[in-house]
């Protein structure tokens, strides 16, 4: 006989969220206050604002300063409790979530369930890429890539061979979108700035950095014109761009791509690879999709209804990433905004004084988009209005800063942004015994030097 899936006492409505992220959280602050008791499950037990992951990569700010921890968030919220698990199972007709974690072991049962899983990194079915070129959507991804960048930097200086030199300082970074852009940039940026001067057997700036795109164009979102400008600034920083750039196979010395154009073959060597070409979702979202007998799209995102519950399900949420709604592109304002609808329709179900609607179709407000492209340079697309520059470089940190949770973290990193953006200093380039996974993947492999 199985276990009574586990409730919190007082009988009142229980949600259960899965995922920290942005959806998630913002469901979660909500229902602050109101007549339902929360379960909060992730298997990370920090809440992580994930476009500044690639700040953290280049050593421009610490993890701390964009990865509080989700209990702290939560201990002012009563009706809320976070549990640092992972979910590894979810059954929609019995109404229960199970979450694991070493001996730990648990089912609980819901009222209402909000999916807010996120995604992962995808090769688009090439998964044996990742080895050589990781991607960056956690923390350890981003600690793991600062090890690689930097001692790529620091192997150069302790190598005689010049070939090996070379390989040591080019760096591919697969994917032109946002991230792709603003970390190509920063790259530059330690190359051309912060590393000037600091090495005695070569100058950094003879680094060769490469962005490679399957798309006509970096920052396909943001429209030709502002494609065009963030292509210039990275040109002007000296990193060769390539577009129709299709990307075969990556290995650990070399990424060969196919040019859509005209089915030529090229082959790019260099020791440090970056992926940010794409995004899958959690494979919660098929586990519920399943179920609930609607569909997934190649990036395994959910068909969902207007309300952002599944398929006959009233109930369940998915929300953020994880869903295929209106074309809805994976932002964090999009996960943001669909964490708050679902929180208030969760309360107008719970709440019989209500007079809200309780199927209200989700309607998401583009705020706009934004980018970094190097230090006083970015680009801003509001609606119609776009602008570039060190006006939008401004809005940039503006509006970021106001996102990250705490004053602390807010003080810490403007404080970081004002003194990179000033002298050529930057205060988080320490590498560690523990990143040497990292550091032994810039290691040529060789069978004649095992031998």
Do not use: C
């Not at 790529?152 to 946002?178: S, Y």
């Not at 164009?217 to 502002?226: A, M, S, T």
């Not at 007079?355 to 492209?373: H, L, V």
């Amino acid at each position: 006989m199985s276990a009574t899936p586990y409730r919190p006492n007082g009988g009142r409505h229980h949600v259960v969220v899965i995922g920290a992220g942005f959806g998630g959280i913002n469901a979660v602050k909500q229902l602050k206050g109101t007549e339902v008791d929360i379960t909060i499950i992730d298997k990370k037990n920090h809440h992580l604002f994930q476009p500044m992951l690639y700040q953290v990569a280049t050593g421009m700010i610490s993890a701390s300063e964009i990865a509080p921890s989700t209990r702290q968030m939560l201990r002012g919220q009563q009706n809320a409790n976070f549990v640092n698990a992972t979910v590894t199972d979810i059954n929609l007709e019995d109404q229960t979530v199970t979450a694991e974690n070493d001996n730990f072991h648990r089912t609980y049962g819901f009222d209402s369930l909000v999916v807010a899983a996120g995604s992962s990194q995808s090769y688009f079915g090439n998964d044996h890429f990742a080895e050589f070129a990781p991607g960056m959507k956690t923390i350890d991804d981003a600690l793991e890539l600062r090890s690689r960048i930097v001692s790529a930097f620091e192997q150069a200086e302790l190598t005689e061979d010049p070939a090996e030199r070379e390989r040591l300082l080019t760096f591919i970074i697969v994917g032109a979108g946002p991230t792709g852009v603003e970390l190509t940039g920063q790259i530059a940026e330690l190359a051309n700035r912060t590393f000037t001067d600091a090495f005695s057997t070569y100058g950094p700036s003879a680094a060769k950095i490469y962005l490679l795109d399957g798309a006509p164009q970096v920052l396909p979102p943001f429209g030709k014109r502002l494609g065009r400008k963030a292509q210039r600034t990275l040109e002007k920083l000296g990193v060769d761009v390539r577009l129709n750039a299709m990307v075969t196979n990556v290995d650990q010395d070399t990424v060969t791509y196919k040019n859509t154009k005209d089915d030529s073959e090229t082959t790019l060597t260099g020791a440090t690879k970056i992926w940010s070409a794409g995004v899958s979702a959690s494979p919660l979202g098929k586990m519920v999709a399943d179920q609930a007998g609607v569909e997934t799209d190649r990036a395994g995102r959910v068909s969902v209804n207007e309300d952002l519950t599944v398929g006959e399900y009233s109930n369940v949420y998915v929300i953020g990433d994880m869903i295929n709604l209106n074309k809805l592109p994976g932002l964090a304002q999009v996960a943001m905004q669909g964490g708050t609808h679902v929180g208030r329709l969760i309360d107008a179900k719970v709440d019989e004084e209500s007079t809200a609607n309780e199927k209200e179709p989700f309607d998401y407000f583009d705020k706009g988009s934004m980018a970094i492209i190097s230090r006083f340079n970015a680009v801003v697309k509001m609606g119609k209005v776009e602008f570039t520059g060190i006006f939008a470089w401004l809005g940039w940190l503006a509006l970021h800063a106001t996102y990250l949770v705490g004053m602390r973290n807010r003080f810490v990193t403007f404080i970081n942004w004002i003194s990179n953006a000033f002298t050529r200093d930057r205060g988080n380039l320490a590498i560690t015994e523990q990143m040497r996974t990292a550091r032994n993947a810039l290691a040529k492999k060789s069978k004649d030097s095992e031998a």
